[in-house]
């Protein structure tokens, strides 16, 4: 009598056979299944078949044509050997065979004998339903699905949101808002089945739609924060949904995500201490939340709380969790504004990676030099450029130690060597220029500049830097008016532009004319060499007392401004 036997035994059997192609197997197509001990007790649900030769034949035909690429050939065997055994994993391997060489017509039979043989697989239901949506066939994946969801009832409102979420990376919006039209249609009293049809709505770009059927989801489940996330992502940025948010949470004050959404509002609106209410509110809920604790640490910062930054960012490196390496830098500053240079070093030295990371080590530098020590300064620069040798960033750095320390040639001379190296650096050019006019090298100066422009067309700094060196020389005044020009046109905004600008023109006897250009670099950067060129204006003009009160306030917060100091004593003797 010939032997029966389940067809996972033949599918083992003939898994050895296949062995030898396992090298030439197409990424795309996955493998057949790998060997496995038998069970003892074959399932029942798995039908019996006798091991012919026919069926022998026709699995390896269907294996060897698919590790050799000959992919129709292969699903057209596995499909048929599939209906010929009834069994659903020979149904499922031709749907896999045929799907992944992008025959979907034959992949779709597949996944539907597969389906049939076995109702209860999830994966040959969700492969289904994909090529019922990529073929466009929305009516009968519709009505496919239409089932489910009227067995999932009282939950059919979840299990919409489920089957939104698993077609949501699919391509063909306009294929889903039809799908979920129809899936929702008997479902319209439910707040999930609006939320899924503004999700709809959406995706195709109809916001007006989308909103109107947020709202519905919100007057059916007031209190769903989902929905109400949903609604306020609808709404433009500024000052409607910062309204929308507080409004809503003022009925449901629990509810952490929507007030995380209301604080980082708040946020991209600058009102930083608004935000560091509700961020507050937030960590006293999750008092360990990494998150949290770095919020209200950086939201403290802006605010000029020091005190409590430094408990917060402290705190939040204490846990250990997420990156806490910008922690560690900030902390480093605050120590260093709060006069503790060795406890400021001591952070700058925990920062490990990260942009941060080549800024405290001249943070750390530059705390050196204020104790006058230089040569360790340098050294510690120098041990950078070991991590970064290419970072132009530490070369001037350690340029500007240098003409710090009052080292002018020493600085150019460096810049000079380093130039050699990378003749072509726009940044090396430009650093390499400013050392050469504090040594009086200004046709040097004028050289590396007009090379930093030929470079680098658009560089703002290279026309600011040119024309204003010729402004604050009072020479060839036209010329940097033209250059700063340009400047003011690639940087309008800009606080040193803006001070070229005014200074020029003050130059050019346009008195009124620099007065509001300085007035309005002033207010962006109250810097000290600004602060000496707006006085000085001011004293043309005649207002004195503005000029006088201008200087001293500015003195009391740079007091070692070379322009500054030697403006105050030209007219202050």
Excluded at 50 to 65: D, P
Excluded at 360 to 382: F, G, M, S, T, Y
């Amino acid at each position: 009598m010939k032997k029966r036997s389940p067809l996972l035994a033949l599918l083992l059997l003939l898994s050895g056979a296949c062995a030898w192609a396992q090298a030439q197997a197409p990424a795309a197509v996955p493998a057949a299944a790998p060997a496995a001990a038998p069970p003892e007790k074959a399932d029942d649900r798995l039908p019996k078949q006798e091991l012919t030769g026919q069926i022998l034949y026709q699995f390896l035909l269907g294996e060897i044509a698919t590790r050799r690429g000959q992919y129709p050939l292969a699903a057209a065997a596995l499909l048929d050997l599939a209906n010929t055994t009834r069994d659903p994993r020979i149904a499922r391997r031709a749907a896999d065979v045929a799907y992944h060489s992008r025959q979907h017509e034959v992949a779709l039979d597949a996944a539907r004998l597969w389906l049939s043989l076995e109702p209860e697989s999830q994966q040959a239901r969700q492969m289904q339903s994909t090529l019922l949506l990529s073929s466009g066939r929305i009516d009968e994946l519709a009505a496919s699905l239409a089932p489910d969801l009227a067995r999932a009832v009282p939950d059919a409102g979840e299990t919409l949101l489920k089957l939104a979420r698993a077609f949501a990376r699919y391509s063909d919006k306009k294929a889903l808002h039809q799908l979920f039209n129809q899936l929702t249609q008997p479902y319209l009293e439910l707040a999930e089945a609006r939320y899924v049809r503004a999700q709809a709505e959406l995706g195709i770009g109809d916001i007006a739609r989308a909103g109107s059927e947020i709202d519905q989801a919100l007057a059916l489940r007031p209190n769903w924060d989902a929905a109400a996330l949903f609604k306020a992502e609808l709404l433009p940025k500024g000052v409607a949904r910062i309204d929308f948010l507080k409004t809503w949470l003022e009925a449901n004050p629990g509810t952490q995500d929507v007030r995380l959404a209301y604080a980082r509002s708040l946020v991209g609106e600058k009102r930083y201490e608004d935000a560091r209410v509700e961020f507050r509110r937030l960590l006293a809920a999750n008092p360990e939340s990494p998150e949290m604790l770095y919020a209200v640490g950086i939201l403290a910062l802006q605010v000029n709380d020091a005190t409590e930054a430094e408990q917060q960012l402290r705190r939040y490196v204490g846990v250990g969790r997420g990156d806490v390496n910008p922690a560690r830098f900030y902390l480093g500053q605050i120590a260093e504004q709060t006069g503790r240079p060795e406890e400021a070093i001591g952070w700058y030295d925990q920062v490990a990676a990260g942009e941060h990371l080549m800024q405290a080590r001249v943070r750390a530098a530059q705390i050196l030099l204020r104790q006058n020590k230089l040569d360790e300064a340098r050294a510690r620069l120098a041990a950078a450029r070991g991590i970064e040798p290419d970072d132009p960033r530490l070369v001037i750095a350690e340029s500007q130690l240098l003409r710090d320390a009052g080292r002018h040639a020493d600085a150019y001379a460096f810049l000079i060597a380093e130039l050699e190296a990378r003749p072509d650096d726009v940044d090396l050019l430009y650093e390499t220029a400013l050392a050469a006019e504090k040594l009086g090298n200004l046709d040097v100066m004028e050289r590396h500049l007009l090379r930093v422009i030929a470079l680098n067309p658009d560089s703002a700094t290279g026309y600011n830097a040119l024309g204003y060196s010729f402004a604050d020389r009072n020479i060839r005044l036209d010329e940097a008016a033209q250059l700063i020009d340009k400047a003011v046109a690639l940087k309008p905004d800009d606080a040193a532009i803006l001070d070229s600008k005014g200074w020029v023109l003050f130059r050019q006897g346009n008195l009124r004319g620099a007065l509001e250009y300085l007035h309005k670099a002033f207010s962006k950067m109250p810097d000290g060499e600004i602060a000496a060129h707006l006085g000085e204006v001011l004293w043309a003009l005649d207002r004195r007392d503005e000029a006088l009160a201008v200087w001293r306030e500015a003195a009391k917060s740079h007091p070692n401004n070379e322009v500054l100091t030697s403006t105050i004593k030209r007219f202050v003797p």
